[in-house]
């Protein structure tokens, strides 16, 4: 019953939500390698946003693109660059000039803790070169697993796991990649999912791909059903304006 003289507040817009699917495990590998087929027909060089020419600058380009654009953090990074050369460089870093020069990228402070400390931890424990291994690289300040993907497949070419950043995460629920995951956010789950479902060789292509097609096609609010390449293998393909 409504309550005279009172309105009720609007319900705040939510994303879209992903559909659904139970598809048994084998069916969902087929599925998956007639995703990553168009992927690679549609993305054949999809590749890391972040500009980089070493793995020490992609390390520091990924640290500073959490919560912020990959357009942000290459407009900030030349400059940076040019006066950091090396690891030592960041480990005898200013933290206040630090600061200054990556404040637009939001969270400057704690990224300039986690760069000046991966600078020391990189220089001290091995040598000024960072180190190509998932455990080594997560012992890095400011390093997690994501982070650790990005350098280990982008840089040395190493598929030791997939990159699940926000589109991943949101594209892997709308096209039922992901069955054990709580919802787009649960990484871990997700990425475990995809390293299921994917051959090993597709880890590192995959993510950049979908990260692609997460920001030209398959938007969190607005997806482009008309125009995916992938429509035909997703389930909830063209429900979202229902």
């Known amino acids: 019953m409504k309550t005279a003289g009172k309105t009720r507040p609007k319900k705040a817009k939510r994303r879209p939500a992903a559909r ?105 424990r091995f040598g000024g070169r960072v180190p190509d291994t998932m ?35 949101r594209l892997s629920h709308r096209l039922a990649l992901s069955w054990r995951s709580r919802d787009d956010k649960d990484a871990v789950k997700i990425e475990r999912d995809l390293m299921e479902l994917l051959p090993q060789k597709e880890w590192t292509f995959a993510g950049h791909a979908l990260i692609w097609h997460g920001r030209q096609v398959c938007s969190a609010r607005k997806p482009d059903c008309d125009r995916c390449r992938l429509a035909d293998l997703c389930p909830s393909a063209h429900s979202f304006d229902r």
């Open 20 to 124: 659904k699917l139970r598809e048994p495990l084998d069916a969902r590998r087929r599925r998956a390698a007639e995703i990553c087929k168009m992927l690679h027909a549609e993305y054949a060089d999809a590749d890391c946003a972040l500009k980089h020419a070493s793995a020490l600058e992609l390390l520091v380009s990924t640290i500073l693109s959490a919560q912020c654009t990959d357009e942000r953090v290459n407009a900030v990074t030349p400059a940076l660059f040019r006066r950091y050369r090396s690891a030592a460089d960041f480990a005898a870093a200013d933290p206040a000039q630090l600061e200054a020069m990556i404040r637009s990228t939001g969270f400057f402070r704690n990224k300039t803790r986690s760069i000046i400390g991966a600078g020391r931890v990189i220089t001290e």
């Open 135 to 169: 455990d080594d690289l997560l012992g890095i300040p400011g390093v997690a697993r994501k982070t650790a993907n990005v350098i280990l497949g982008t840089w040395f070419h190493k598929n030791e796991g997939v990159v699940v950043d926000t589109h991943v995460g």
